[in-house]
């Protein structure tokens, strides 16, 4: 039977990195009894291990809860998770298509960050209501009024009457539930109308295959029923449905205005798609739901298997990673250098870290990774355009007329105290000054145009470091714009290798070319004839540096009758040769190839 | 030829650099020496062993920490187990710090006819920046009374690529030690180990280890002066007078048999095929075993003709002689290049290689690069 609308409350948590969203949800999976305190592992809706160690949650999850209102009805809660990164701006959008409202958590002695901003008003574009919490409260240095006074100026809602609380230590928590009660509207559906259902993730599970999360908007789905994917035709059986609780259990139906997942012996990873109206194959809907801010890859790399060989196996798992990652791209590549890998596109760096890591903890492989590049724009002499991500297939100079790279919008909040050393950084950057303003006295929103290029490796770090951790940022595309760019190429023993090609601003090429060739003479081991190792321009030598050639490598004494020993090392030594990537007649250690990033 | 090592895994402290198996302790406890007896019993009546044997190495740690008498109590044990020759070379390595005149007779006395001292520098900031526990002047002590003990066969381990160490300050050790007139120097490069205290010092920073080139400059004039002063280059590391190359570890690098007694020792015998043993590395468990009456083993590898093959070639080519083919030839029925001629026409061309009739041997280019040598026939 299905749930009465009116009870029924759909929401996501908004907050930024570290302000206690993934806390704050299993509160309130405690306070509803959804989880026994006794199997609270901490921050039970991240999931994966890697979301645990960073504390950042990566991929939006679900999970269904019961709760008892002053009133003495009980409400059924669907809360969505969303990740707080500015990389993760898709996710967002997806999780919040799916919700009535969304739960804003401010920490209250850091106030509001940079992506906390975005992913409000993205809230409120989507027609979201939006419930104020201030978290932190027990914190000495705690200023929850002023807090509520920053929600109210800077994104316009009221905020003073918002429930002040500890995520940590439970207090005032049942004050959250019970503004969503009161402030998140129910939802509207009808059960009997044309099946309408908007999946906003997918999971691959081990035994019931592909699992679709999906919001039922109208009709009603439930085992055996066929269902049509509105994007490709396709049609499945539905094999199971079921709800979070936060693990899947299996349900006898989803009805209009209800989220959890189904199971529809989806085999291939492909035939699922994220962001995609599932209707009933018998009364099919009309027309699809709309649809989302489709995220674009911004930032690409390629990635190598270590060990040629496994070529196969990280296909298998950049295909497995897809199905819950619609963000993520790739396509085959081949460098003179690596072999056969692939060019991956990702939303910013910090999914690109993420992915690597993934792929290596939960797939196992060892992975080689280029320099990380964004898509240039050439317009050839012969008056063609050209969009290029892979720095090594840039054309050269004499068919170039003229290069553009992407360049951002970028909001950054900071106390004001570091807006000098901030400033600087964005400088040095290629940034230029857009505007600067007090969202009260001690804090300070600028926005500078910078060209992504620069910011997808350590900007965030640097901003983060330089400001002691309190800056944030925020970015969209803003578009391109014409620029004075060349190819820095690296020669070993006379040989280019592709996958170190970079493609750097004029002004910087020299020193960059000269840093990265000492950079690359510390990381090649010694072999058994000299290296030169230069950087080009365009077949212009701009700077050398060389690698000398060993002179012994065999320095142990035999250990008393230890001859396994020996052995044990001579096999590591040959282990380390397999895994060293041949370049012409010098060998490269993996590490060599994102080392190149490594410099200041 | 067929050899038997002891390992005593006692030191008074350990060295800085050390990641042998090896306990700080003031002496050796009597429950070890009693372990020892019981394990060479047991070796014994299990058999498959060689005939009789040529050497005897007591190792460590610091085997100079055992009393004269429990010395005696090991090597007339051994006696009574094994048939050692009359000839055998019967050696131990000895700390400078840890003996006295008196115990140096009783070694003596007990059978002990070759001494090897762990000397590493001749000079004290050297050997404190790496943790040993004596000084130079004690090594002088410990070298007259050895000699007025009688002891006329004496090894003198230097180490060089010590922290801040010179290569002047390596010369002059080496000048000290031949002018002496030991017979043997083993002259091996510092190797910075995982896990040990001079490890996290140099990670931190807080040291710093003479450069590659450096180090192998040391290497290189080494081996150069040692050759003038008359002590030839028979190993890698290894340097002796006409007639004293070390028995024992000459057996080792002939890939011969050899048993091991003690915690963390290796054996290699042939039953059947090539078999190698190696004993537990802890105490207690080597304790634990014994009592119960079982061999203390850890591992045991049977090995192909092939592994066998690669070990004397691995073995063999740390010799400046290198492998000799008659011996080769006469262990596997083929000959060291037909066996091998993918690796020995890479030699060639590196130019790594003399071959002769009667071996194939590394010149000193390859003996430097000899890892990468090895590589070859992998």
Redesign the interface.
């Known amino acids: 039977m299905a749930y009465p609308n009116e009870l029924i409350r759909n929401f996501s948590i908004i907050a930024h990195i570290d302000h206690g969203k993934s806390t704050l949800a299993d509160r309130m999976m405690e306070q509803t009894d959804t989880v026994a305190m006794r199997d609270m592992s901490e921050q039970l809706l991240d999931s994966m291990d890697i979301e645990r160690e960073r504390g950042i949650t990566i991929k939006s999850s679900a999970v269904r809860m019961f709760y008892t209102h002053t009133d003495g009805k009980r409400y059924m809660f669907n809360l969505i998770d969303t990740p707080g990164h500015v990389d993760f701006n898709y996710e967002v959008s997806r999780a919040l298509a799916a919700c009535e409202g969304a739960v804003l958590v401010v920490d209250a002695t850091q106030g509001i960050e940079a992506q906390t901003l975005a992913n409000v008003y993205l809230a409120v574009d989507n027609g979201l209501e939006v419930v104020p919490v201030i978290n932190k409260i027990d914190l000495p240095s705690a200023e929850p009024e002023r807090t509520a006074q920053e929600i109210e100026d800077v994104i316009g809602i009221e905020a003073h009457s918002a429930p002040k609380i500890s995520a940590k230590s439970g207090l005032n928590v049942d004050q959250v539930l019970s503004a969503v009660v009161n402030t998140v509207p129910p939802p509207v559906g009808d059960p009997d109308a044309p099946l309408t259902a908007l999946v906003f993730d997918c999971f691959y599970d081990n035994y019931k295959g592909a699992l679709s999360y999906v919001r039922v908007f109208d009709g009603t789905v439930k085992e055996g029923m066929r269902i049509r994917s509105m994007a490709t035709g396709h049609e499945f059986e539905v094999t199971e449905v079921g709800v979070f609780t936060p693990a899947p259990m299996a349900v006898d139906e989803l009805t209009a205005g209800e989220v959890g997942y189904i199971a529809a012996s989806i085999k291939s990873v492909a035939e699922t798609k994220v962001g995609d109206t599932i209707t009933s194959a018998e009364h099919p809907a009309s027309k699809p739901l709309p649809g989302y801010k489709q995220a674009n890859p911004m930032v690409f790399c390629g990635i190598y298997p270590a060990d040629g060989a496994q070529y196969g196996d990280l296909r298998d798992a950049l295909d497995k990673l897809k199905l819950n990652d619609a963000s993520l791209s790739y396509e085959q590549e081949t460098s003179n250098a690596l072999g056969y890998g692939f060019r991956c596109g990702f939303l910013g760096l910090l999914h690109m870290e993420i992915i690597q890591e993934r792929l290596e903890r939960e797939f196992d492989l060892d992975l080689v990774t280029t320099a990380p590049s964004v898509i240039y724009k050439i317009k050839r002499t012969s008056g063609e355009e050209e969009m290029i991500d892979n720095p090594s297939n840039l054309p050269s100079v004499t068919e170039i007329e003229q290069l553009e790279e992407p360049v951002v919008n970028a909001t950054i909040m900071t106390p004001s105290e570091y807006v000098g050393a901030l400033m600087e950084i964005c400088q040095e950057r290629r940034g230029v000054f857009v505007d600067m303003n007090y969202i009260e006295e001690s804090r300070v929103r600028m926005h500078y145009i910078l060209p992504l290029n620069e910011i997808i490796y350590d900007f965030f770090d640097q901003l983060k470091s330089r400001s002691r951790g309190y800056a944030s940022f925020d970015y969209e595309l803003k578009g391109y714009e014409k620029s004075d760019l060349v190819k820095l190429d690296f020669l070993l023993n006379g040989d280019m290798c592709d996958a170190l090609s970079t493609i750097v601003h004029r002004d910087r090429a020299y020193a960059k070319g000269r840093a990265v060739a000492e950079k690359l003479c510390e990381v090649i081991p ?1 072999q ?1 004839f000299e290296i030169p190792v230069q950087a080009a321009i365009g077949g212009k030598i701009i700077a050398r540096e060389t690698v ?1 050639a ?15 020993r ?2 044990k ?3 590591k ?2 282990e380390g ?1 397999k895994r060293m990537r041949q370049v012409g007649t010098v060998s490269l250690p993996s590490d060599a190839f994102m080392s190149v990033l490594r410099i200041n | 030829m067929a050899g038997i090592y002891l390992h005593i895994p006692f030191c008074v402290r350990k060295c800085a650099y050390c990641d042998f198996v090896s306990f700080a302790e003031g002496c050796v406890p009597e429950g070890y020496v009693e372990a020892l007896l019981t394990e060479l019993e047991l070796v014994a009546r299990g058999g498959g062993y060689p005939a009789a044997f040529d050497t005897v190495f007591f190792g460590g740690g610091t085997p100079s920490l055992l009393s004269g008498a429990q010395m005696k109590t090991i090597l007339d044990a051994l006696r009574v187990h094994f048939a050692i020759r009359a000839d055998a070379e019967i050696s131990m390595e000895c700390n400078p710090g840890t003996v006295s005149p008196e115990k140096l007779a009783a070694y003596r006395a007990a059978g002990i006819n070759r001494l090897s001292i762990g000397l590493q520098s001749t000079h004290d900031v050297l050997l404190n920046e790496i943790g040993r526990i004596h000084h130079f002047a004690q090594f002088l002590e410990t070298l007259s009374s050895a000699r007025a003990a009688g002891f006329d066969n004496i090894n003198v381990d230097l180490m060089h690529g010590l922290p801040n160490q010179t290569l002047e300050q390596y010369l002059d050790s080496l000048k000290t030690v031949c002018d002496l007139g030991v017979q043997h120097i083993s002259a091996y490069s510092l190797i910075l180990e995982e896990h040990t205290p001079l490890y996290f010092r140099v990670e931190k920073g807080e040291v710093a280890l003479p450069d590659e080139d450096t180090v192998a400059d040391m290497q290189d004039a080494g081996i150069e002066y040692l050759e003038q002063r008359g002590y030839h280059r028979y190993e890698i590391s290894n340097f002796a007078q006409d007639g004293f190359e070390c028995r024992h570890n000459r057996n080792y690098w002939d890939n011969g048999e050899y048993l091991g007694f003690g915690i963390a020792a290796h054996a290699a015998v042939r039953q059947g095929r090539w078999t190698r043993f190696a004993n537990v590395d802890s105490l207690d468990e080597y304790y634990r075993l014994l009592a119960r009456g079982k061999r203390p083993l850890a591992e045991t590898i049977r090995l192909t003709q092939r592994d066998e093959m690669f070990e004397c070639v691995m073995l063999g080519l740390r010799l400046v002689r290198g492998v000799e083919r008659a011996r080769f030839f006469a262990r596997f029925e083929l000959d060291i290049a037909e066996a091998y001629p993918l690796a020995m026409e890479k030699l060639r061309k590196r130019g790594w290689v003399i071959e002769t009739e009667q071996a194939i041997a590394l010149n000193s280019k390859g003996l430097d690069l000899q890892n990468e040598a090895l590589g070859f026939f992998m």
Request: aromatic share 4%.
């Open positions: 010694r058994q000398r060993v002179r012994k490598d065999v320095l142990a004494k035999c250990y008393g009758g230890d001859i396994t020996k052995k090392l001579l096999e030594q040959k040769k």
